[in-house]
């Protein structure tokens, strides 16, 4: 079974700057997808980012960055020039090679807050 | 606009009835959904898998007669929490993947058992 990590259970920056989000996991596969999921006060889960075990670069959508390092089993959400409206609850997750037939594995989630 | 769609948002019901929860896709067809379960300040732990056309697969864990499942359609499943008491108070939330590494969430379900 694989388990997912998460060590912060909360996170204060200031607006504007740059704030990184720690993740590691265990697994026994060698093909896999991580996400990375926000989780508002509306609780509706909405994807940020994700990563393909396979490839080796590092995804990026906008603001947000992620560092994947397979070896250590690392999956870490860089966001930059943080925003107001990126407070939430942010919650790492993995998926087995399934082709989606498998749910995902969460962390116990960071909350984050961006302060004005 | 949301392409999961979960109802009711919340429900309040007495200790003893039954409670059912709608999951539908919207805009594609889903022969697999999942179904999480989340406390307060917690994660989301997977319940169970709803599969199209056959039986629901459980996490170890979930008590198969208390959380019933039914993938009656390629766009419905259905959370049916039976003989609910206040320990099954809790958010639900149902998932669906429109394609591989591509799933949407509905919007939850808040259940309190009084």
């Known amino acids: 079974a694989q388990t997912v990590t998460q060590s912060q259970p909360e996170m204060s920056v200031q607006e504007a700057e740059t704030v990184t989000l720690s993740c590691t996991y265990d697994?026994?596969?060698?093909?896999?997808?991580l996400f990375w999921y926000k989780q508002p006060p509306s609780r509706q889960m909405i994807l940020v980012i994700r990563q393909e075990a396979y490839k080796q670069q590092n995804a990026t959508e906008n603001r947000f960055s992620v560092n994947f390092q397979k070896a250590a089993k690392s999956f870490s959400l860089k966001i930059s020039d943080s925003q107001l409206g990126d407070t939430a609850m942010y919650f790492c997750a993995f998926m087995k090679p399934s082709g989606g037939a498998d749910g995902l594995t969460f962390g116990k989630g960071t909350h984050l807050i961006i302060q004005p | 606009g949301a392409v999961v769609s979960q109802h009711p948002s919340w429900v309040i019901c007495k200790s003893g009835t039954s409670v059912k929860i709608e999951c539908r896709s919207l805009d594609f067809q889903a022969t697999t959904m999942f179904w999480y379960r989340q406390f307060p300040k917690q994660s989301l732990m997977l319940m169970a898998t709803?599969?199209?056309?056959?039986?629901?697969?459980?996490e170890q864990g979930v008590e198969k007669d208390k959380f019933l499942i039914n993938h009656a359609s390629l766009t419905l499943s259905t959370l049916t929490v039976t003989s609910a008491h206040p320990e099954d108070s809790s958010f639900y939330i149902c998932s669906a993947p429109r394609r591989v590494l591509e799933a949407f969430f509905g919007q939850g379900t808040r259940l309190t058992v009084v």
């Open positions: 709803s599969n199209e056309g056959s039986k629901a697969t459980y």
């Open positions: 697994t026994s596969e060698n093909n896999y997808y």
